[in-house]
C-alpha cells in the first residue's frame, strides 16, 4: 500500500498541465491527436505475455509499432518507466450515454414504449458529451456497449468508444440485440406475485417470443425470396438476428431460465447467441460451456440471488463459469459508475478467476465475443491505440491511471469529478472572507 | 303448556332484549312496577311459555337427556355409559343411573363421546367491517382524526355482529359454542365481546367488552402508516388515556380551580384497560411481533392476551416472565413446499427442501412445543377455515400435541383465560349446556361431530361428509368480458370462470399497472348467492399489493356492480357474458 | 460459532436469569498478525488478546490462560470490525412517510435479527451498523446502532446497548417530493424543510416549558394544574435541544447542508452529523468547524439531480479539510465491503492507509458516539476484530474471520453455505431476485406518489 507522499506526487505531476491551463478562461481540454511514442513501459498484451522496458508507438490511431529503443520523428513522446500499458478495458454491458441523471425520466433513453422494439437504436440516443463519459474514461474504461432495456426486445446495442463528437465517430464495430428471456425470478422484493402467477407470466412471455420469433423466421425467408413486403421494421431489424447478421443478447438470470434459453437457443438453432447477466450461472456452468455460448456476467459486486446462497456467490460466479470451460467476458450493468469495471474484475479474480483471467475478461474476451478483436482488446501491432498507462495493477484502488488513448487520441486526463477536486481542495474563500 | 294470547307483545320483547338488558342499570329510580315488567319480559326467553310458529322449525321441549355415552367432563376424565340432563341451557346431572325427567328429549349416546363445548378466543364470525371513514379532500395526512388512522378502541363489535350470518353456523358446526368476538377494522379496531351461537332469537351476549383489540394493521396512506408509527402511536394513546384518567380523576375529586376534561372516547375506552379491569387482545402472529407486544407491555404495564399465534414457542420465557396468555391459530401453513416432490432435483435443492420440510414440521408441533414450555393456551378461528379445523388440530397432535392438551385448549384454557370458568368449559353440573358430541373419541381420524349443544339449543348435522355445492354455479361459469371506469380511464378485459368440485374458481385478465399489456391474476373469495356475485383479486403497483373488491348483481348474462379499493374508492363495474357455443 | 453460539449459551445458562440481560462474550488470540491499530498505527508481527469481550492486551508472544482459542495469523492482517454509519439492513420497515415530522418513531422496533444479510456484512468485516429511518421526512425516526451478534432470534441482542440516541433528518429532493409534491403538504421546497425543522424546534422548546411548569407545581399543595398533552413527536425534539441525541442528516446539496449548520446553531444543537452530503466538499471548511462530520459514498453520483454535480473525491477533499468523514453503504450490497468503498479514496484523492482505514472504523464511531467502544484496536476497546489474507485496502483482499465482543461470527473456512436461521415452510425454493433494491432510503414511500395511478395503465 502506497504512503501519501507519493500519491501526491504523482497526483500533482499529472495534474500540473491541467492546474495551469486552468488559469486562462474559457480555456477548455482537448483530446489530442498526433503520434506517441510511449518509452520503456512494462506492457501487458494480454495476447502475448507481458513486455518489459518496451517502448510503443502511436500513429494514425494505431498501435504501428512495438519493440524496444524505437524512435520516430514528430511524435511527441511520454517515459512511461516504471508505468505499465494495458490495453483499454472494455464493459460489455452498461447504459452509459443513455441516460444522464438516473432518476429524472427527461434524461432516460434507454427504454422505449412497446414491447417488441429491436428496431430502437441504442446509437442514435448516445449522448456523446454526456458528463459520465470523461468521468468513465479518466479510469482507463475505453469502450463500452450501451444496451437499451425494457420489453421483449428493447432494442438494438453498440458498442463505443469513449471519444469522439458524434455517435458515428464513437461507433467501434458491434451491434446486437438484446432480449429479455422469460424468468420464473422475481423482479425484487416488491414483487409479490405467486408462484403460479409467475410461472403463467413466464409462460405466456415464452410463447410471445416464439411467436414473434416465428414471424422474423417468416419476414425472413419472405425477404431472402425478394417478397415485395410492407414497412415492418421490427421484423426487419429481427429478420437479421434469425439470419445471423446480428448478434441475439440474451439477458437471462435464473439456473433454471438459463437451462430454458439454452434449450431455446438449440430449438430455434440461434446462430449467434451470447447470454449476459446470468448471474446463477455457476448452478449450470456445464450445461452453458456444453452448449458453447458466451456469456457477459455481472455485476460481480452484487447481492446473491438467493437467500440460501453462499455470501460470495456472485463474486464467484465468473470464476466458476471459466472453470467449467464457459467463455466468460465480465460487464458492470451501470451507467455513471462504469468506472468499477476494474474492480469487479479484482473481486473475480480475487475470487477464483485469477488475475490474467480477469483481465481478459474486460479486454480480449468481450473483444472476441463482438467480433472486434482484430482492433480492440489487446496490444498488438496494428491494432487501435486504444490503451491506457497506469503506475501499478489497474485492478486496486491504489493504483493512478497516468493517460489514456482511444483510437489513438490522447484523452485529457479531466472530469467533472477531477475539476471540482482541483476546485475545492483548498477553498477560497475558506471559512472566513479575507 | 299454557298457550299466551298476548302473541305480538312478546315477540316484541323478545327482540328488544337486547335494549331491555342494558335499560337494567336505569332502574335506579325504583320503579318496582316497570321492574316487574322487565322481568317477566325476560322470562318469556324461557321457551316453555311458548306462542304458535307457523314456519314449524321451533323445538318442542328445552329440556334433552343424552344417555349412555362416554362424556369427557373434563380434559383427562371421563365417564363411560353416562347421562346427562339438560335443562333450559344448563347442565342439570352428570353421571351414571340418573333419572331422566319426563319432558326430556332422548338423545341415545350410545358410541357417541361428549365433550364441553369449544371456545373461541379470538372469532370474526358473523362480525361485518364498519364501513371506511370518508376521507375529506383536504385532510393532513399526517395527522388524520382517528376514526381516520384506524384508531376506534370505542366501538364494540356487537354493533356490528349478526348471530344469522352463516359463518356462525359453520363455526358451530366445527364444535364452537363460546367466542369472544373481535371487531374488523386496523390499529384499534374497538372493544371485544364474548357471546354464545345459540339461537338465533336471542341476544347470545355472555359479556360486552371484555378486551380491547390490537393489530398490527394501520390504514394507508395517514400517519401511522406502518409499524413504526402505529409502535409510537400506541405509546401516546396510552400516556395520554392515563394523564386523561389522571385530570378526570382530579375533575371529579376536587373540581375547583380545575379545567374540564376534555372528551376523548378514545382515550376513555382504554380507563378499563389501565385500571386492569380487561386485557389488550394483542393479534400477533409471528415472534417479531410478539416480541413488539411485548415490548409494549413491558413499557405500558397492561395486562395481555397474544392471538392469532404461529409461532413464538421458543419465547417462552420471555412469555412466562410477561405473564401473557396465549391464543394459537387453528390455522397452519399449507403442505404444497414441504411435500413437494424432489427426486429429480439437484443436492442443492435438496438440501434447501430439507431445510422447508424441517421449517413446516416445527410450525406444526408449535402447540406441542407451547404444552411442552407449560404454557396454557388457547385457540382462535381469525384466519382460519372451519373446515380444517380438526384436520389441523389432529396434525398438532401428530406432532406431539397431547390430546388432553388439545382438548384444555378448546375448553378449559379459553374458560380461564376468559374468567368464565365458573359457568363452562367443562361438563359438570349448573355449566352452560354447551356440548359437542362426536361419533368417535374426538382426535381420531373418523371422528364426525353429530350435534353441537350451544346455549342449551341442539343442532345436529349430518355426521358424513357433503360439500355444500354453490347456489346454481353454472349461472356464473363461463367468460365473461368487462368494463371498469376508473380514474385512470376505462379499462377492459376477461374473467374466466369455472367450477371445481361444486365451488366457483376463476381468473382475471387486468392491464398490468406496471408496464404494458395484461397479466392474469386470480380470484379468490369468490362467493355466489344465485344473484350477488363477489369476489376479490390483488394487483401489484409499485411494488405494493392493491386489493380489488368485486361486487354485484347477476341477471342473465349480465353482471352489474361495483369494483372498490380501500382507500381509493368505488367505481362501476359491468360484465357481459360470452355465449357458449359449446352448447 | 454464530447461532451456534446463543444455543450453547442458552444451553449453559437455561434457566438463570442472566439470560435475559446478557450478550454472547468471548476470549480469543490472535497471534503473529500484522495489526492496523488505525488509531495506533501498524504493528507487524504482534498478538491480540481478547478476554470476556474486550482487547485485554496488544504484544507479542502474549500466552493465553487456560483453553483460549488461539489462532495463526501469519502473514495476515488484523483490523478493527468495520462500522457503517448508513445501512437499513435488518429493518423490517425503512420509511413511516405519513408526516414530515416523525421523531416519534424509533427503529429499535422494527429490527429484523434474522435477515441473511447481516451475516453477509459480517462476511464483509462489518461488525457495527448503524440502522437508520429513511429520507421520505424531513425528520424522520430515531435510529438504531447494531453489533451484528447473528444468530439470536432477538433483536435485542443486536442492539448496541452503550450507543446514544441518534435519529435521522433529511433534507432536499425526498422529503420534497414525498410531501411537498406527493401530498401537496409542506414542505414543497428547500424553503419548506427549513421552516418544518425550525417550527419543530421551537414547538418542542414550548412543550418543553409547559411540561417544567406543570411538573415544578405537579403534587404541590392546592394546585390545580392538569398535565398537558403527551407528545412523543415534540419530546423527542425536545430532546434533541437537550443534546441528548446525534441528528445525521441525509443531505446533498451544499445550500442545504450549510441551512442545517445554521439552523442547528440557531437552536444551540451541535451534535451533528451529515450522512450522503454529496456537495460536503463545497463546504467543507463550515462541516469541520460546527459538526460532527460527514458520512459519504465512496462514488455514487448522477442518480438524481441533486448528485449531478458531485465527485468521488469528496471523502479526500473532506479528510483533507480536518472534516471527521466516514464512508457508509446505505446498501445491503456496499455494507459487504465497505473495504474496499474506502480504498477508492486511494485513487480519488490519494489518502494514506491509515485515513482510508479510518474512514470506515474510528470515524464513524465518532459519528456514532461509540468511538470510546470501538473503532479501532486498542486494549480496553472490545473485541470487534476482522482478518484478512490481504491489506484490506487491497482489491484482492479477502475477509477470513470476523469477532464481535472476542465471539467468532464468521469464519471463511468453517461455515456452511446456507446461513439463514428462519426458512419459510411454504415456499418451496426461496425467491429468486434478480434486483438489489436501489437506494434503500426510500424504501417504501413510492406509493404515496403513485396510489392515484393505480389504474393508469399508461405508464
Known amino acids: 500500500m502506497r504512503k501519501i507522499n507519493l500519491t501526491i506526487y504523482v497526483l500533482l505531476f499529472f495534474l500540473l498541465p491541467v492546474?495551469?491551463?486552468?488559469?486562462?478562461?474559457?480555456?477548455?481540454?482537448?483530446?489530442?491527436?498526433?503520434?506517441?511514442?510511449?518509452?520503456?513501459?512494462?506492457?501487458?498484451?494480454?495476447?502475448?505475455?507481458?513486455?518489459?522496458?518496451?517502448?510503443?508507438?502511436?500513429?494514425?490511431?494505431?498501435?504501428?509499432?512495438?519493440?524496444?529503443?524505437?524512435?520516430?520523428?514528430?511524435?511527441?513522446?511520454?517515459?512511461?518507466?516504471?508505468?505499465?500499458?494495458?490495453?483499454?478495458?472494455?464493459?460489455?454491458?452498461?447504459?452509459?450515454?443513455?441516460?444522464?441523471?438516473?432518476?429524472?425520466?427527461?434524461?432516460?433513453?434507454?427504454?422505449?414504449?412497446?414491447?417488441?422494439?429491436?428496431?430502437?437504436?441504442?446509437?442514435?440516443?448516445?449522448?456523446?458529451?454526456?458528463?459520465?463519459?470523461?468521468?468513465?474514461?479518466?479510469?482507463?474504461?475505453?469502450?463500452?456497449?450501451?444496451?437499451?432495456?425494457?420489453?421483449?426486445?428493447?432494442?438494438?446495442?453498440?458498442?463505443?468508444?469513449?471519444?469522439?463528437?458524434?455517435?458515428?465517430?464513437?461507433?467501434?464495430?458491434?451491434?446486437?440485440?438484446?432480449?429479455?428471456?422469460?424468468?420464473?425470478?422475481?423482479?425484487?422484493?416488491?414483487?409479490?406475485?405467486?408462484?403460479?402467477?409467475?410461472?403463467?407470466?413466464?409462460?405466456?412471455?415464452?410463447?410471445?417470443?416464439?411467436?414473434?420469433?416465428?414471424?422474423?423466421?417468416?419476414?425472413?425467408?419472405?425477404?431472402?425470396?425478394?417478397?415485395d413486403l410492407q414497412y415492418y421494421p421490427e421484423m426487419q431489424?429481427?429478420?437479421?438476428?434469425?439470419?445471423?447478421?446480428?448478434?441475439?443478447?440474451?439477458?437471462?438470470?435464473?439456473?433454471?431460465?438459463?437451462?430454458?434459453?439454452?434449450?431455446?437457443?438449440?430449438?430455434?438453432?440461434?446462430?449467434?447467441?451470447?447470454?449476459?447477466?446470468?448471474?446463477?450461472?455457476?448452478?449450470?456452468?456445464?450445461?452453458?460451456?456444453?452448449?458453447?455460448?458466451?456469456?457477459?456476467?455481472?455485476?460481480?459486486?452484487?447481492?446473491?440471488?438467493?437467500?440460501?446462497?453462499?455470501?460470495?456467490?456472485?463474486?464467484?460466479?465468473?470464476?466458476?463459469?471459466?472453470?467449467?470451460?464457459?467463455?466468460?467476458?465480465?460487464?458492470?450493468?451501470?451507467?455513471?459508475?462504469?468506472?468499477?469495471?476494474?474492480?469487479?474484475?479484482?473481486?473475480?479474480?480475487?475470487?477464483?478467476?485469477?488475475?490474467?483471467?480477469?483481465?481478459?475478461?474486460?479486454t480480449i474476451v468481450p473483444a472476441e465475443i463482438f467480433g472486434v478483436d482484430d482492433h480492440l482488446g489487446s496490444i498488438e501491432e496494428g491494432k487501435s491505440a486504444t490503451l491506457f498507462i497506469s503506475d501499478g495493477d489497474p485492478f486496486e484502488t491504489s493504483t493512478q491511471i497516468m493517460h489514456v488513448f482511444i483510437d489513438g487520441y490522447k484523452i485529457p486526463m479531466t472530469s467533472r469529478h477531477i475539476r471540482l477536486y482541483q476546485e475545492f481542495l483548498e477553498r477560497n474563500p475558506g471559512l472566513e472572507k479575507h | 303448556m299454557a298457550k299466551n294470547k298476548s302473541f305480538t307483545s312478546l315477540k316484541v320483547s323478545n327482540k328488544s332484549i337486547n335494549t331491555n338488558l342494558s335499560l337494567t342499570c336505569m332502574i335506579k329510580r325504583q320503579n318496582t312496577l316497570m321492574y316487574l315488567v322487565l322481568m317477566f319480559c325476560l322470562l318469556f326467553i324461557n321457551p316453555a311459555f311458548a306462542q304458535s310458529d307457523h314456519s314449524g322449525q321451533r323445538r318442542i321441549t328445552g329440556t334433552y337427556a343424552i344417555t349412555n355415552a362416554t362424556v369427557f367432563t373434563q380434559p383427562g376424565k371421563s365417564i363411560s355409559s353416562a347421562t346427562i340432563i339438560l335443562k333450559d341451557g344448563l347442565i342439570k346431572a352428570v353421571g351414571n343411573d340418573l333419572n331422566i325427567p319426563i319432558d326430556a328429549q332422548v338423545i341415545k349416546g350410545d358410541s357417541l363421546f361428549v365433550y364441553a363445548g369449544f371456545i373461541d378466543v379470538a372469532s370474526e364470525a358473523g362480525v361485518s367491517k364498519p364501513e371506511d371513514v370518508k376521507r375529506s379532500d383536504d385532510m393532513d395526512p399526517s395527522?388524520?382524526?382517528?376514526?381516520?388512522?384506524?384508531?376506534?378502541?370505542?366501538?364494540?363489535?356487537?354493533?356490528?355482529?349478526?348471530?344469522?350470518?352463516?359463518?356462525?353456523?359453520?363455526?358451530?358446526?366445527?364444535?364452537?359454542?363460546?367466542?369472544?368476538?373481535?371487531?374488523?377494522?386496523?390499529?384499534?379496531?374497538?372493544?371485544?365481546?364474548?357471546?354464545?351461537?345459540?339461537?338465533?332469537?336471542?341476544?347470545?351476549?355472555?359479556?360486552?367488552?371484555?378486551?380491547?383489540?390490537?393489530?398490527?394493521?394501520?390504514?394507508?396512506?395517514?400517519?401511522?402508516?406502518?409499524?413504526?408509527?402505529?409502535?409510537?402511536?400506541?405509546?401516546?394513546?396510552?400516556?395520554?388515556?392515563?394523564?386523561?384518567?389522571?385530570?378526570?380523576?382530579?375533575?371529579?375529586?376536587?373540581?375547583?380551580?380545575?379545567?374540564?376534561?376534555?372528551?376523548?372516547?378514545?382515550?376513555?375506552?382504554?380507563?378499563?384497560?389501565?385500571?386492569?379491569?380487561?386485557?389488550?387482545?394483542?393479534?400477533?402472529?409471528?415472534e417479531l411481533e410478539i416480541r413488539r407486544v411485548l415490548r409494549l407491555k413491558k413499557e405500558l404495564g397492561f395486562d395481555v392476551v397474544i392471538t392469532g399465534v404461529k409461532e413464538g414457542s421458543k419465547l417462552a420465557e420471555d412469555i412466562k416472565g410477561a405473564d401473557a396468555k396465549i391464543v394459537l391459530s387453528l390455522d397452519l401453513p399449507d403442505d404444497k413446499a414441504s411435500k413437494a416432490k424432489m427426486e429429480d432435483a439437484t443436492e442443492e435443492a435438496k438440501k434447501a427442501h430439507e431445510r422447508v420440510v424441517a421449517a413446516y414440521k416445527e410450525a406444526l408441533s408449535e402447540a406441542a412445543s407451547f404444552e411442552a414450555a407449560g404454557i396454557p393456551f388457547a385457540f382462535s378461528s381469525k384466519g382460519a377455515k372451519n373446515g380444517d379445523v380438526f384436520k389441523n388440530i389432529q396434525t398438532m397432535i401428530e406432532n406431539g400435541l397431547s390430546e388432553e392438551g388439545a382438548l384444555a385448549a378448546l375448553t378449559t384454557n379459553p374458560a380461564n383465560m376468559l374468567g368464565i370458568s365458573s359457568y363452562t368449559g367443562t361438563v359438570e353440573k349448573g355449566k352452560l349446556a354447551n356440548l359437542v358430541l362426536t361419533t368417535d373419541s374426538l382426535f381420531s381420524k373418523d371422528a364426525k361431530i353429530k350435534y353441537v349443544m350451544a346455549d342449551g339449543y341442539l343442532f345436529e348435522y349430518e355426521a358424513s361428509k357433503s360439500k355444500k355445492k354453490n347456489e346454481n354455479v353454472e349461472d356464473v361459469v363461463g367468460k365473461w368480458n368487462y368494463t371498469s371506469e376508473t380514474p385512470g380511464g376505462t379499462s377492459k378485459g376477461t374473467i374466466t370462470f369455472a367450477q371445481e368440485s361444486g365451488n366457483l374458481k376463476g381468473e382475471i385478465l387486468v392491464d398490468d399497472p406496471d408496464g404494458s399489456g395484461q397479466v392474469t391474476r386470480q380470484l379468490e373469495n369468490v362467493h355466489y348467492d344465485g344473484k350477488e356475485l363477489s369476489y376479490t383479486f390483488s394487483i401489484i403497483v409499485q411494488g405494493q399489493e392493491i386489493v380489488v373488491n368485486t361486487k354485484g348483481t347477476l341477471s342473465g348474462n349480465e353482471f352489474e356492480g361495483n369494483l372498490s379499493i380501500k382507500d381509493m374508492g368505488t367505481f362501476p363495474f359491468t360484465a357481459t357474458k360470452e355465449p357458449d357455443f359449446n352448447l | 460459532m454464530k447461532k451456534f453460539t446463543y444455543i450453547m449459551l442458552s444451553i449453559v445458562l437455561f434457566g438463570a436469569k442472566s439470560l435475559y440481560a446478557q450478550t454472547p462474550k468471548g476470549d480469543v488470540l490472535i497471534q503473529n498478525a500484522t495489526v492496523l491499530t488505525v488509531t495506533q498505527g501498524t504493528l507487524e508481527e504482534t498478538d491480540v488478546l481478547v478476554e470476556d469481550g474486550i482487547i485485554k492486551k496488544i504484544g507479542k508472544d502474549l500466552s493465553a490462560s487456560g483453553n483460549i482459542e488461539t489462532i495463526d495469523a501469519t502473514g495476515k492482517f488484523l483490523m478493527p470490525g468495520i462500522i457503517d454509519a448508513h445501512s437499513h439492513l435488518a429493518l423490517d420497515v425503512v420509511n413511516e412517510a405519513s408526516a414530515p415530522i416523525t421523531a416519534q418513531v424509533s427503529m429499535a422496533d422494527v429490527v429484523n435479527p434474522f435477515d441473511v444479510g447481516?451475516?453477509?456484512?459480517?462476511?464483509?468485516?462489518?461488525?457495527?451498523?448503524?440502522?437508520?429511518?429513511?429520507?421520505?421526512?424531513?425528520?424522520?425516526?430515531?435510529?438504531?446502532?447494531?453489533?451484528?451478534?447473528?444468530?439470536?432470534?432477538?433483536?435485542?441482542?443486536?442492539?448496541?446497548?452503550?450507543?446514544?440516541r441518534t435519529i435521522k433528518f433529511a433534507l432536499g429532493e425526498n422529503p420534497t417530493?414525498?410531501?411537498?409534491?406527493?401530498?401537496?403538504?409542506?414542505?414543497?421546497?428547500?424553503?419548506?424543510?427549513?421552516?418544518?425543522?425550525?417550527?419543530?424546534?421551537?414547538?418542542?422548546?414550548?412543550?418543553?416549558?409547559?411540561?417544567?411548569?406543570?411538573?415544578?407545581?405537579?403534587?404541590?399543595?392546592?394546585?390545580?394544574?392538569?398535565?398537558?398533552?403527551?407528545?412523543?413527536?415534540?419530546?423527542?425534539?425536545?430532546?434533541?435541544?437537550?443534546?441528548?441525541?446525534?441528528?445525521?442528516?441525509?443531505?446533498?446539496?451544499?445550500?442545504?447542508?450549510?441551512?442545517?449548520?445554521?439552523?442547528?446553531?440557531?437552536?444551540?444543537?451541535?451534535?451533528?452529523?451529515?450522512?450522503?452530503?454529496?456537495?460536503?466538499?463545497?463546504?467543507?471548511?463550515?462541516?469541520?468547524?460546527?459538526?460532527?462530520?460527514?458520512?459519504?459514498?465512496?462514488?455514487?453520483?448522477?442518480?438524481?439531480?441533486e448528485v449531478y454535480y458531485s465527485t468521488a473525491y469528496n471523502a479526500a477533499i473532506l479528510m483533507e479539510n480536518d472534516v471527521v468523514t466516514s464512508i457508509n453503504s446505505d446498501s445491503d450490497e456496499l455494507i459487504r465491503h465497505l473495504y474496499h468503498e474506502a480504498a477508492k479514496t486511494q485513487?480519488?484523492?490519494?489518502?494514506?492507509?491509515?485515513?482510508?482505514?479510518?474512514?470506515?472504523?474510528?470515524?464513524?464511531?465518532?459519528?456514532?458516539?461509540?468511538?470510546?467502544?470501538?473503532?479501532?484496536?486498542?486494549?480496553?476497546?472490545?473485541?470487534?476484530?476482522?482478518?484478512?489474507?490481504?491489506?484490506?485496502?487491497?482489491?484482492?483482499?479477502?475477509?477470513?474471520?470476523?469477532?464481535?465482543?472476542?465471539?467468532?461470527?464468521?469464519?471463511?473456512?468453517?461455515?456452511?453455505?446456507?446461513?439463514?436461521?428462519?426458512?419459510?415452510?411454504?415456499?418451496?425454493?426461496?425467491?429468486?431476485?434478480?434486483?438489489?433494491?436501489?437506494?434503500?432510503?426510500m424504501h417504501g414511500v413510492e406509493l404515496f406518489m403513485q396510489e392515484a395511478a393505480a389504474f393508469n395503465h399508461t405508464h
Open chain 3, 118 to 164: 447481516i451475516y453477509r456484512a459480517l462476511a464483509g468485516g462489518t461488525t457495527v451498523a448503524h440502522g437508520l429511518h429513511g429520507s421520505a421526512n424531513a425528520i424522520g425516526g430515531q435510529s438504531i446502532t447494531m453489533k451484528f451478534r447473528y444468530g439470536t432470534s432477538n433483536p435485542e441482542d443486536i442492539f448496541m446497548k452503550e450507543a446514544p
Open chain 2, 143 to 286: 395527522d388524520p382524526s382517528n376514526e381516520v388512522a384506524g384508531i376506534t378502541p370505542e366501538r364494540e363489535v356487537l354493533q356490528y355482529w349478526d348471530i344469522n350470518n352463516g359463518e356462525i353456523t359453520n363455526w358451530r358446526k366445527a364444535g364452537f359454542s363460546i367466542a369472544q368476538l373481535v371487531p374488523k377494522g386496523e390499529m384499534l379496531p374497538g372493544q371485544t365481546a364474548l357471546v354464545v351461537y345459540g339461537d338465533k332469537e336471542s341476544t347470545n351476549i355472555l359479556a360486552e367488552s371484555t378486551g380491547l383489540y390490537a393489530q398490527f394493521e394501520t390504514a394507508r396512506g395517514v400517519y401511522p402508516g406502518t409499524i413504526l408509527g402505529l409502535m409510537a402511536k400506541w405509546r401516546e394513546l396510552y400516556k395520554n388515556a392515563q394523564l386523561k384518567y389522571e385530570h378526570a380523576s382530579l375533575f371529579k375529586e376536587k373540581g375547583n380551580g380545575i379545567n374540564r376534561p376534555e372528551k376523548d372516547p378514545s382515550l376513555e375506552a382504554f380507563y378499563k384497560v389501565i385500571n386492569g379491569q380487561i386485557p389488550v387482545v394483542f393479534e400477533a402472529e409471528d
Open chain 3, 177 to 305: 417530493r414525498v410531501h411537498g409534491r406527493g401530498k401537496n403538504i409542506q414542505p414543497r421546497t428547500r424553503m419548506g424543510v427549513e421552516a418544518i425543522i425550525r417550527n419543530g424546534f421551537a414547538e418542542a422548546q414550548q412543550y418543553k416549558k409547559a411540561w417544567e411548569s406543570y411538573n415544578s407545581v405537579k403534587g404541590k399543595k392546592n394546585n390545580t394544574a392538569t398535565p398537558p398533552t403527551y407528545d412523543l413527536r415534540l419530546q423527542t425534539l425536545a430532546d434533541i435541544l437537550d443534546g441528548k441525541i446525534i441528528i445525521h442528516c441525509h443531505s446533498y446539496r451544499a445550500d442545504e447542508i450549510y441551512m442545517l449548520i445554521n439552523v442547528c446553531r440557531d437552536f444551540g444543537v451541535d451534535k451533528l452529523v451529515f450522512t450522503h452530503v454529496n456537495e460536503g466538499f463545497k463546504v467543507a471548511p463550515e462541516l469541520a468547524k460546527y459538526t460532527m462530520g460527514a458520512s459519504v459514498f465512496s462514488d455514487w453520483w448522477a442518480y438524481k439531480f
Open chain 1, 237 to 362: 431489424q429481427l429478420a437479421k438476428v434469425v439470419r445471423g447478421e446480428l448478434p441475439l443478447l440474451i439477458e437471462v438470470n435464473k439456473a433454471e431460465d438459463i437451462k430454458n434459453a439454452l434449450k431455446w437457443i438449440k430449438e430455434k438453432a440461434v446462430q449467434n447467441a451470447i447470454l449476459t447477466g446470468v448471474s446463477e450461472g455457476f448452478r449450470v456452468a456445464d450445461e452453458i460451456a456444453a452448449a458453447d455460448v458466451p456469456v457477459i456476467t455481472g455485476p460481480v459486486l452484487a447481492l446473491p440471488s438467493r437467500s440460501s446462497d453462499r455470501y460470495d456467490a456472485a463474486y464467484t460466479n465468473p470464476g466458476k463459469m471459466l472453470e467449467a470451460g464457459v467463455k466468460v467476458a465480465i460487464r458492470t450493468s451501470d451507467a455513471e459508475n462504469v468506472r468499477n469495471l476494474p474492480f469487479n474484475a479484482g473481486f473475480a479474480a480475487a475470487y477464483g478467476m485469477g488475475k490474467e483471467e480477469a483481465l481478459k475478461a474486460i
Open chain 3, 347 to 441: 485513487r480519488y484523492g490519494g489518502l494514506t492507509d491509515e485515513q482510508a482505514l479510518s474512514l470506515i472504523t474510528i470515524n464513524p464511531a465518532k459519528q456514532l458516539g461509540i468511538d470510546e467502544f470501538v473503532g479501532s484496536i486498542e486494549e480496553g476497546k472490545q473485541g470487534d476484530l476482522v482478518i484478512f489474507d490481504h491489506h484490506p485496502l487491497s482489491v484482492y483482499a479477502v475477509p477470513q474471520m470476523t469477532f464481535i465482543d472476542g465471539v467468532k461470527y464468521f469464519d471463511i473456512n468453517e461455515d456452511e453455505d446456507d446461513q439463514r436461521i428462519k426458512v419459510s415452510p411454504t415456499e418451496m425454493v426461496e425467491p429468486v431476485y434478480l434486483k438489489a433494491e436501489d437506494e434503500r432510503c
Open chain 1, 19 to 227: 492546474l495551469s491551463y486552468g488559469q486562462i478562461e474559457g480555456e477548455v481540454l482537448k483530446p489530442e491527436g498526433g503520434s506517441f511514442l510511449l518509452r520503456g513501459a512494462t506492457v501487458v498484451t494480454v495476447t502475448n505475455g507481458i513486455l518489459e522496458n518496451t517502448d510503443v508507438l502511436i500513429s494514425n490511431g494505431k498501435i504501428s509499432n512495438i519493440g524496444t529503443g524505437l524512435s520516430a520523428s514528430g511524435a511527441t513522446e511520454i517515459d512511461c518507466s516504471g508505468q505499465f500499458i494495458y490495453p483499454g478495458m472494455i464493459d460489455s454491458g452498461t447504459r452509459l450515454g443513455l441516460v444522464e441523471v438516473g432518476s429524472l425520466a427527461e434524461t432516460q433513453d434507454y427504454s422505449e414504449i412497446g414491447n417488441v422494439t429491436p428496431n430502437m437504436q441504442a446509437l442514435t440516443a448516445i449522448n456523446p458529451n454526456s458528463v459520465s463519459i470523461p468521468v468513465t474514461r479518466v479510469s482507463g474504461v475505453t469502450t463500452v456497449l450501451s444496451v437499451p432495456s425494457g420489453g421483449l426486445f428493447p432494442g438494438t446495442a453498440a458498442l463505443i468508444n469513449l471519444n469522439g463528437y458524434t455517435p458515428d465517430q464513437m461507433y467501434t464495430g458491434f451491434n446486437g440485440v438484446p432480449m429479455n428471456f422469460p424468468t420464473s425470478a422475481r423482479r425484487g422484493r416488491w414483487d409479490r406475485r405467486s408462484d403460479d402467477e409467475i410461472k403463467k407470466d413466464a409462460e405466456k412471455a415464452l410463447k410471445d417470443i416464439n411467436d414473434i420469433w416465428e414471424r422474423a423466421s417468416t419476414y425472413m425467408k419472405l425477404e431472402d425470396a425478394e417478397a
